[in-house]
């Protein structure tokens, strides 16, 4: 690989509260949470850094602001499910349901899904 071609360095997303967020995405995926002086969040310590950018907009306004799949085993699906709504994830039934996948939300609205199945390689 040369050094023109690019690597993803982070996933950003952006939030209300980056904080509670933050902390939110450290409960349900681990690793370490870094403050900066401008009222960013970030979670180190998985396979990429996630950034939580404070904006003034709510989710709703027709900024997008990303989804992210989280990959389990099969066979553990429901507890990924109710471990993610333990930490303040609700479901979101009223989007499709593809039958190998669930569609949550997190705290501050931000859809996010538990994928199992066939084409899942952990």
């Known amino acids: 690989m040369n050094g023109l071609m690019p690597v993803v360095s982070a ?9 509670a967020l933050g902390r939110f995405w450290q409960h ?11 009222g960013d969040t970030e979670l180190h310590g998985g396979p990429v850094q996630i950034d939580f950018a404070r904006v003034p907009q709510a989710k709703g306004d027709p ?16 507890e990924a499910v109710d471990r993610a709504i333990s930490f303040g994830a609700t479901t979101a039934d009223d989007i499709y ?26």
């Open 63 to 78: 900024k997008n602001r990303l989804q992210l799949d989280l990959k389990v085993d099969p066979a553990v699906r429901r």
């Open 28 to 38: 349900l995926l681990g690793g370490e949470l870094r403050y900066r002086d401008d």
């Open 11 to 19: 996933v950003a997303i952006d939030c209300v509260d980056p904080v």
């Open 97 to 122: 349901d593809g039958g190998r996948w669930q569609v949550l939300r997190d705290p501050e609205g931000n859809e996010f899904c538990i994928v199992w199945g066939a084409q899942v390689t952990l």
